[in-house]
């Protein structure tokens, strides 16, 4: 018999592991999910229990050989994947598949929640059994979204177009995200007035401050118009001001718990403007390991979380540096420990550094700057735990002229605190008022003006308040919220503008259409409530073909009461643009290429139009290119226009003139020298260049051929983009470049 094998999911791991094992063990990786539901067909038998057919993932044929072998070989088999839902499941996939090679051997299941030598040994010295509730817990959750996938994304296909799809929780944040852009547009502005004031005294520090109260009245949004604020200000702009009171105090602000992942996303974004797919891209290669000082070491813990647990023994550790190198003055007076709100949120502790130890310094030559500034980000919240609070003194002054109030506030930091290590959070500080003021100094008023303002409508959600919001109502979980704004983002449902989300007029038209047929289903308690019923899957609480069964009820019952015709009605849109054949205003309604303009008396007159949109809004017939030249059939010009396949040359005359051609680059082709290069298209509409005499020539290439060739082989240069966005001219030839 060979040695013991560990499966984990990462390579990256599998190095690391093995390392700290001595080699004494096989280490292995399955690279994520070797199993899964079928990707062409549900995979679910929904008459009978929900049964799931899975299948092995065809591009990992080599990793599996490779596992089955070494699986024979092992005298033990220990699995290894993470400490999460996912993780547990594909721990029970990778089992399934090694059943042959894994009978009458010692199967066990380890986890830890960061790879250190210490935390791998002593998950090896208590092994423990695969955990059946939570393999249940994400085969729920798979089920179930496909359901909703394979059950209400066709119905969406018929009455909007193709390709598009609907998901439990990504149509959920969709949703947040339009009824977000809804109040922006139907925000209207009030206006009120504001009466501010420069008082001084002597050679003092002038303050600033404003009308509070007014005849005894709060004034805080209250004065609706310019003739009130300027009969106030009348009124006292004459006034003699006296600083009446001046109430001091002194806060601490405490520092918040360690990163869970959907706060480390917020302020990773926030702080250092990565999007949360990035953020969760990084963290995973900080907690896999890297190679410091011919050492490979996991930098942080697991960094799928949503526990704000520490362990003691990280808060010792921690406490000691602080000590150490900042001194005791800088430590919370006794260890701070936060707690989670449910037993759901405690599989793990929170994100935090391996050994806090280990400075950002220390490990700066070792990682690349993105790396750094993430580990940076998350040594400083951690470290900040244990810190002393940052104080505040605070002063507020009232100053008193015939009935009116003028109010201030201004602080200063008489400690910085955990601000000496985590310099993000911001303390409001208000004016900065000079100590040499005091109470019952007559003041002289430098400046006194009334402004108008006007109250502002909600912001577009950024992907950091998104992730806030979804966290606040119970929706996803941390493993989820990457790949949910990924999603809808490559879906084209929203754009970020200026790093916001808005929905595109896909994404909202989308919204429309599941709010008006499925809102008792994508909404955010339905979604929160459902969440909740798989938590209680994993915790042995309830059964998981009871909570499809439910779900998938509701689902049923929604699509069945659908009048595809009625909904697709509902989502035609009137336009101001007059149908050039018979004068009717034109509508604008989907079909499958996308949206376009339609005459509203078909089938009687079928005209149709391809529009675009301002960016107010505005609908703008798209004029088709012509070409300098008329059809040869009918004399009328002829027009470039966009096919299934690509582009090509028809008459403006159509649909009475059916003359076509194809639309050539004007490029010879490289191998043949007879034929043109054409623009064309796959069946997945991607574009694609080949040669005109196809099949005779088979030429073909996925770069944009140039029209220029390379003085070393004659070859026509292509286009390439790389990496980072710059397009270059090259030789597939010789691969000679032109910057």
Request: net charge positive.
């Amino acid at each position: 018999m060979g040695k013991s094998l560990i499966i984990v999911e990462s390579p990256a791991k599998a190095k690391t592991i093995s390392k700290f094992l001595n080699n004494k063990f096989v280490v292995k990786a399955s690279a994520g999910h070797i199993r899964d539901l079928p990707k062409k067909t549900i995979g679910v038998d929904i008459e009978n229990g929900f049964k799931v057919k899975y299948v092995t993932d065809r591009s990992k044929s080599k990793i599996i050989k490779e596992l089955k072998a070494k699986a024979k070989e092992a005298d033990a088999i220990y699995l290894a994947s993470d400490h999460d839902r996912e993780g547990e499941a594909i721990a029970w996939h990778i089992l399934q598949v090694l059943k042959a090679e894994a009978k009458g051997k010692e199967v066990y299941r380890i986890v830890f929640n960061e790879i250190t030598k210490k935390a791998i040994q002593k998950a090896m010295d208590v092994p423990g059994d695969i955990d059946m509730d939570k393999v249940d817990a994400q085969q729920a959750r798979r089920i179930l979204d496909r359901l909703v996938g394979y059950s209400i994304s066709p119905v969406l296909w018929k009455v909007i177009t193709s390709s598009l799809s609907a998901g439990r929780v990504q149509s959920v944040a969709l949703r947040l995200i339009c009824e977000r852009e809804d109040s922006i547009k139907a925000f209207v502005p009030v206006e009120f007035w504001s009466v501010e004031a420069l008082f001084s005294k002597d050679k003092l520090k002038p303050f600033k401050a404003s009308l509070a109260t007014w005849k005894g009245k709060a004034v805080s949004k209250n004065i609706g118009s310019e003739k009130d604020a300027l009969e106030i200000f009348n009124t006292i702009n004459k006034q003699q001001f006296d600083l009446s009171n001046i109430e001091k105090k002194q806060r601490k602000i405490h520092p918040g718990p360690a990163y869970i992942t959907s706060t480390l996303q917020q302020d990773a974004s926030r702080v250092l403007n990565f999007p949360p797919k990035k953020t969760m891209m990084l963290a995973q290669q900080l907690y896999e390991g890297i190679q410091v000082n011919n050492e490979h070491v996991g930098l942080i813990s697991y960094m799928r979380t949503d526990s704000v647990r520490i362990s003691n023994e990280a808060i010792s550790s921690c406490r000691e540096l602080i000590s150490k190198t900042l001194g005791n003055a800088n430590l919370s007076s006794k260890p701070r420990v936060f707690s989670n709100k449910s037993k759901a949120q405690d599989a793990h502790e929170a994100i935090r550094p391996t050994d806090c130890k280990r400075l950002p310094a220390d490990v700066k030559d070792f990682l690349d700057n993105d790396q750094y500034r993430l580990y940076n980000l998350i040594w400083q919240k951690f470290v900040a735990t244990q810190m002393a609070p940052i104080i505040v003194d605070s002063l507020q002054l009232s100053i008193n002229g015939g009935e009116a109030v003028f109010k201030t506030s201004g602080s200063t930091i008489a400690s910085p605190g955990f601000l000496k290590v985590y310099p993000h959070y911001n303390v409001s500080m208000g004016e900065e008022i000079d100590a040499g003021y005091e109470e019952g100094n007559p003041l002289n008023t430098d400046k006194m003006e009334p402004q108008q303002h006007f109250t502002k409508p909600p912001a577009r959600f950024t992907e950091a308040s998104l992730i806030k919001e979804l966290e606040s109502k119970g929706i996803g979980r941390p493993s989820t919220y990457a790949a949910i704004l990924n999603t809808i983002i490559q879906r084209t449902y929203v754009e970020l503008i200026s790093k916001r989300l808005a929905p595109t007029n896909l994404g909202d038209t989308v919204n429309k259409f599941l709010v008006n047929n499925f809102d008792s289903f994508f909404n955010s308690e339905f979604t929160a409530e459902m969440e909740s019923g798989l938590d209680e899957i994993e915790y042995g609480k309830f059964n998981w073909q009871e909570l499809i069964g439910k779900y998938y009820s509701a689902i049923k019952d929604l699509i069945d009461k659908v009048d595809i015709k009625k909904a697709k009605e509902k989502l035609i849109q009137e336009t101001d643009i007059e149908c050039d054949k018979c004068h009717s205003k034109m509508v604008i309604k989907w079909g499958r290429k996308g949206e376009f303009l339609a005459c509203p008396n078909y089938p009687e007159c079928s005209n149709i139009k391809n529009f675009i949109r301002d960016e107010d809004g505005t609908i703008k017939i798209k004029e088709e290119p012509k070409l300098d030249e008329n059809c040869p059939e009918c004399g009328n010009p002829l027009l470039i226009k966009n096919g299934r396949f690509g582009k090509f040359i028809a008459c403006s005359n159509y649909p009475k003139c059916k003359f076509t051609k194809p639309f050539t680059t004007g490029i010879k082709c490289p191998e043949c020298k007879e034929g043109d290069i054409l623009e064309k298209k796959s069946k997945k509409q991607k574009t694609f260049f080949s040669c005109s005499r196809y099949p005779e020539c088979k030429f073909s290439t996925w770069n944009k051929p140039v029209n220029m060739s390379c003085p070393e082989c004659n070859h026509p240069y292509v286009e390439e983009v790389t990496k980072n966005g710059k397009t270059l001219k090259v030789c597939p030839s010789c691969k000679q470049e032109i910057h």
